[in-house]
């Protein structure tokens, strides 16, 4: 029981802690609960009552279903679930008039096979990647009102009322859903996206300067002593790893972006497709760095005076990356073509230039050791070899990042255009 | 016109190869379709219509959103429709007892009350990521069911019936659906899960060969002429991005497949937790085959006669690292463990080990151009200079991989000895 008890207040603990974290979630529950009780007050109002009848479950239904967290998944469930709803609801009519009109016998017959036929065929669109994205939740509802509709037609003699009141309380309820959403507290998914890709960035230029600085341990951090420092210090090293896993939420974010009206900065028709390709690319930024991090852990380590004789220029490469990258983070902020982006990046392409220069004049130290190979110890020897493996690799991993940056940088580029326009 | 006849022509022409690519999809739209006309028929004979009344609705509503693509999500979908609704009918039965004994004014304040209360705890638990995981649907059901139960209970006088109707009908539908998914040309999450794995990582195997082989041109694949040959080597080379970004889909079959009964070579309590690890390690080896792949395209390429030097033994590498990754998708495949599997890890190691003598000798091969030095042209130096930078990159590359390799070998011991168990 003590164990059952530990196990209950933990989790009560970690669902505190969720609140407290991001309180937009608990105000959330707060409006899903607003919504349903104003909408329970069709039941309990007298007059209500009777304009919609027994149906007034369907409104009910139809909030616990469309409610979500962003505006953007609110409007996408709702408007597809009006339209899905509109058009099996005539469809299912117009099948209705046909098996009527085909005698008794032959109406079940002719009923379900329809039912079999589109609820096949729905499902199948289902499968359809560009349907998936935009009306999966529509197909969904156009099956489920359809067969309801057409089967229940067999036995409900007053068909045009049930489709008539089942319209009345989806939009009731799809209607009051929307209200809520937008009016308190909205949260929406454009925001939302956007807030990801700017934080997103931050973190990978924090976490590239921590790498790079780590490498050459000036200062870096240390798993060894373990203080506040060196604490935070390792959680922005890990921070491309967030780059890495946030593929599947970016895409879904841009896909209910563009279902919101606009709001905010964010106008109509805003580039929500250009935030998928800036994921894309950080991604691959972040790709590298996950290599140079494997370089920091691998066993082979250059010896100092190597290192010493890159480190400058690849901090400087580091440095100016991450401020390029910051910069990039603060045109999409601000949606103005930075004026001094240009000047970052001819800085940076300056000091890829002088690390490679410095790359370039290596082999005369390694003159020396060869020269002197008699006097210093073998495995001195070998170690002076494995040297360059590790000491030239931040060059190659900066090549990419160089081409990512100027990737990165056109796009921005072309949404500032975009956002000006 | 001619457009849009145009663009329907392309749209259903693309349906149809999706059709044609997986007919699994097909059968589960024919299997949607089946299970609605059967649940239809409730409706349609007499005796089962007056068993079930005009509840008979909510067996088709169960049907159309319950029925998924896997066995896993089916009976996910299920199990948690079912209890949420007993949960919640039996909370609102309670709260509808004690509301109805506080006397008439307050039953509609009372009610409301839970309900607000109820709707946005249940709101909130489906925050909790551990909630999330296996119980989000559930939650969904158990507000939807609660808010409808003890809101009508304020209008229907026989509750119990309506309980008791709402409860069979539902189980009446979610029985139909787990008998067809289960019966007719099943389809289990744990088998795609399983299937997903076994080709990425064949996947990966062929992209590591390729990647290397490209590097050293032995044959390998340009992309300057277009043949067939050289088509399917790009192909080859571009599987590791399937691994890349296969991460959503392992992870929400992993948490299907746990749902499911035991199938075919798939015993109770399958360690599925281990495929989203071995997903894990998978994806970062893909990370190294990113980063040497950027090699490839890179502008700095290494002289020839150095990468003669390491060539045979670098192929030797991935050939060997090749191997590894395909036997153990071999013991996965068989679910034995493999007996020449630490033969293979062994001639991994030795071939590293050469690796990295060849790579050591190579300071060796600089001093004669560092005393050449005024015979040469000045670029050819500098080009001489940049050619330890890719040439050495292989190297860093493949320790990770090496560890990798151990890592994965670590994880599909531990997977068999699970399974023989």
Same mark, same amino acid.
């Given at each position: ?34 919504? !349903? +009780? %104003? *909408?329970?007050? $069709?039941?309990? /109002? ?8 027994? #149906?007034?479950?369907?409104?009910? !239904? +139809? %909030? *616990?279903?469309? $409610?979500?967290? /962003? ?8 408007? #597809? ?341």
């Amino acid at each position: 029981i003590v164990g059952l008890a530990f196990k209950v207040c933990k989790f009560s603990q970690k669902a505190w802690d969720l609140g407290v974290e991001d309180p937009r979630k608990v105000i959330h529950c707060l409006k899903v609960g607003m919504a !349903l +009780t %104003v *909408v329970s007050l $069709f039941y309990y /109002t007298r007059p209500l009552y009777e304009g919609v009848g027994g #149906n007034a479950m369907w409104a009910i !239904l +139809t %909030v *616990v279903v469309v $409610f979500e967290n /962003t505006v953007g998944a609110t409007l996408y469930k709702c408007l #597809n679930r009006v339209f899905g709803t509109c058009l099996a609801g005539f469809l299912a009519i117009g099948v209705h008039w046909v098996a009527s009109q085909s005698g008794e016998r032959f109406e079940p017959v002719i009923v379900g096979v329809s039912v079999f036929l589109l609820a096949s065929a729905a499902t199948f669109s289902r499968f359809i990647p560009s349907v998936k994205a935009r009306f999966d939740y529509g197909a969904l509802i156009f099956i489920l009102t359809f067969s309801l509709v057409s089967v229940s037609g067999y036995r409900v003699d007053r068909l045009f009322d049930l489709a008539h009141q089942r319209m009345s309380t989806i939009i009731i309820g799809t209607s009051l859903c929307i209200i809520v959403s937008m009016l308190v507290c909205p949260i929406w998914a454009g925001q939302e996206l956007y807030t990801l890709i700017t934080r997103n960035m931050d973190k990978l230029s924090d976490s590239l300067g921590a790498c790079v600085s780590e490498y050459f341990q000036d200062g870096g951090c240390s798993l060894a002593d373990g203080n506040d420092y060196d604490k935070e210090c390792q959680k922005k090293l890990q921070g491309y790893k967030c780059v890495l896993s946030s593929k599947a939420a970016e895409e879904s974010m841009a896909n209910l972006a563009r279902w919101e009206p606009p709001h905010g900065r964010f106008y109509f028709r805003h580039p929500w497709r250009q935030y998928i390709k800036i994921g894309a690319s950080m991604r691959s930024c972040a790709y590298c760095i996950e290599a140079l991090n494997g370089c920091i852990n691998s066993e082979n380590q250059a010896p100092e005076y190597i290192k010493k004789h890159i480190s400058k220029n690849s901090l400087k490469v580091s440095t100016n990356s991450s401020s390029v990258i910051r910069e990039l983070a603060m045109t999409i902020k601000t949606m103005k073509k930075s004026s001094n982006i240009h000047y970052l990046v001819g800085d940076l392409n300056s000091a890829v230039q002088e690390l490679q220069t410095d790359l370039k004049s290596l082999p005369e130290l390694f003159s020396p050791p060869s020269n002197m190979e008699a006097e210093i110890p073998e495995n001195k020897k070998i170690e002076a070899a494995s040297v360059t493996v590790v000491a030239t690799m931040p060059l190659m991993e900066i090549i990419p990042l160089v081409t990512q940056a100027s990737l990165l940088i056109e796009i921005a580029a072309r949404i500032s255009d975009i956002v000006e326009a």
